[in-house]
């Protein structure tokens, strides 16, 4: 049951991460800085969220408090750092290219299992991790393959870092301490931060306050940024934690991939832009290689505790009292890149969670 509610929770998160793009979109056509705009959303969220926060802990500061590096971590790493270091690297390197390079975040956690207990992955884990990363090249385009500046390139796997350790910190929230807060406080940590980035002027920072267009209509410009702000931020963050909590780092950072393919679905749907077979069939690979990760066998490295003590992966479980390493773990979105992959504006939006800007 606690599986089948974090697979539906981790899909709903890359469903609403993708939504970002088409509603960012028109905040960046009429002036808006990526970095502005992200700030704008992530505070929002974390502000709409506050809250569903306060609800949750009851009170009960001491659990946030003991958190604290865990909030600290969302907030600074997940969504700030994340987000920032894909600003920079879309400077200098094509969208694509850095969108490709930050989802390899997947392949990351992957890796850092393998090294840390000195395990080779299971066959079919390395079979859905080509699976994956194949059908994330046809979503994005075969053309993100290409020679690009060194610099962009490390501060676009710098942002995939930061993705994975958004997928590890979810996972592995703090005894005590509710998804939604963890998401909440992040997000206002991250926030306040990348707002700080931008008034130092270490990134572009402008913004319209005036009627933009939206679907062919003119809005005021809260109108688009509160679209972003629920569905793109605050609701993908939460989902999103919640999870990974519940399915562990490595399956959730799997079905983050979609996130690709939703907003390639929305930016056709909404946008009018082109949706290609390619594309599709790109999208069907990724869903092919989440199979086969959900299929592997469960490893003592995939466990993750949820909010109740209990950890679990597929159907192996373990009680808060075993001793349980996180393989998973990384150090350093956002959201997070989000919007069409086959457009700059689109997928400026978040960088995630990461995060994600996805996010954001």
Known sequence: ????????????SAASFATSGAFVKPLLEAGWSPAAAVSAR???????????????????????????????????????????????AISRIP???????????????VLWAWVSTRRAPHAIVLLGSVLAIGGLVLVIGPGAVRAVD????ALAFAAAVGCAIYFMVGARPAAGLPPVALAGAGLLVGGLMLALIGAAGLLPFTA????????????PWFVPLAVVAVFGTAIAYATGIFGSNRLGSRLASFIGLLEVVFASIFAWL?????????????????LFGIAAVHAAPPQVSDISPDAGGTAATGNAQVTDRAQVTDSAQVTDRAKPAEGSAKSSASTASRGMDGDLVSQA
């Open 1 to 12: 049951m606690k599986q089948s509610a974090g697979l539906v929770a981790a899909f709903a």
């Open 95 to 109: 969208v694509s290219t850095a969108l490709l390079v930050e989802y390899l975040a997947p392949l990351l956690l």
């Open 42 to 88: 992530t505070l929002s969220a974390g502000l709409l969220l506050l809250p569903f926060v306060l609800w949750s802990l009851r009170g009960r500061w001491d659990t946030l408090w003991r958190a604290r590096w865990r909030v600290l971590g969302m907030g600074a790493i997940a969504v700030a750092f994340t987000q920032f270091a894909y600003f920079a």
């Open 270 to 286: 909404l946008l009018g832009e082109n949706l290609t077979l390619v594309q599709l069939g790109g999208g069907v690979l990724i």
């Open 150 to 153: 060194p610099a962009g390139l």
């Open 208 to 219: 319209h306050l005036g009627d933009v267009t939206l679907l062919g209509s003119a809005v």
